[in-house]
């Protein structure tokens, strides 16, 4: 049999340069807003700031031997990576169940399709704000319910589970909707033919489901720990990184430095290396997924 080859036609300079010109606005708007904010942190990290934020005094890595050597920034660390553990857990597993029970068809599935996918439309701050309400010791809910008078956020053992809990039900909207076009797209014939062999609910579940929502769940793992790192609002408002440091993750930590304690410098050290770790756990995160679908 002749081989047939396809020669694409070269393009040229014009359509070339044209291509690159649709890009523009998109590369503007990224490079004012992202890469140039992001490369200025960077530069400030390595100065002594006054309080207008100035650069007045070169350090070099001086930033950075004090935030390493300071016990506080790794306080900081564990609470975030405790706080990531739960927000990551709690977001995954709502949005996993209430798209498990969206996939039957029953009267009012669209009323608890929207009350499921409702918590990505609500604002951090606002939810943050009647959380604090439902957690009162004396008038909340919370307490109301289990008839007890205790003020779950100003406790150390009890104050990050509780913002964590918070965050990880914000988060569960998006992921309901991630999750449900997972299972959406599962082709019917695989249930189909597992039926006839005999398989029932559990193993469909387990070969079939599982398996075919990996992908999705890799992705929805990967933008749920990014945005826990990035929690901020719903701290600031219910414990303002306390009691003590039980709740002070590191973005809060980098707030208080900077529009605190004036030390801008500082501060922009800590987002460099926020930035490094979540970077280095996103790599890592994809080199198991690299490895698993080798």
């Known amino acids: 049999m002749e081989e047939i080859v396809i020669i694409e036609p070269k393009r040229s300079t014009w359509e070339k340069v044209k291509g690159y ?3 523009l ?3 503007t ?7 140039w904010p992001f ?3 960077i530069y400030r990290s390595l100065f002594l700031t006054n309080n207008l934020g100035q650069n007045a005094e070169y350090l070099g890595l001086g930033n950075y031997t004090e935030l390493f050597a300071s016990e506080s920034f790794w306080n900081s660390v564990l609470v975030s990576f405790k706080f990531v553990i739960i927000v990551v857990f709690v977001g995954v597993v709502l949005g996993f169940i209430t798209s498990l029970l969206c996939q039957k068809t029953f009267p009012g599935i669209k009323i608890f399709s929207t009350s499921y996918a409702m918590p990505m439309a609500i604002a951090s ?14 008038v909340g809910i919370v307490n109301r ?23 990880g039900w914000l988060n569960s909207g998006m992921n ?10 599962i082709d019917d014939s695989l249930y189909e033919s597992a039926s006839i062999d005999g398989a029932n609910g559990i193993k469909k579940f387990i070969y079939i489901t599982i398996p075919s929502l990996k992908p999705t769940l890799f992705f929805v793992v990967v933008t749920n720990v990014i945005n826990a790192f990035q929690g901020f609002g719903q701290i600031n408002i219910l414990t303002k990184g306390g009691p003590g440091q039980a709740t002070n993750v590191i973005v809060y930590d980098i707030y208080r430095n900077a ?9 922009s050290a800590e987002s460099v290396v926020l930035f490094l770790i979540v970077m280095i756990l996103t790599i890592i995160m994809f080199k198991i997924r690299g490895k698993e679908s080798a």
Do not use: D
Request: charged content about 0%; hydrophobic content about 55%.
């Open 259 to 267: 529009f605190m304690n004036y030390r801008y410098g500082y501060a």
């Open 145 to 167: 319910i289990l008839g007890t008078y205790i003020n779950y956020l100003s406790q150390p053992s009890s104050a990050l589970l509780v913002v964590g809990i918070l965050t």
């Open 125 to 138: 701050a606002g939810m943050a704000m009647i959380f604090q309400v439902m957690l009162n010791p004396t």
């Open 176 to 185: 309901f909707l991630y999750f449900s076009s997972g299972l959406a797209s």
């Open 21 to 23: 010109g649709y890009l």
């Open 25 to 27: 606005p998109a590369m």
């Open 29 to 35: 708007i990224l490079s004012v807003f992202m890469f």
């Open 39 to 41: 490369f200025q942190t």
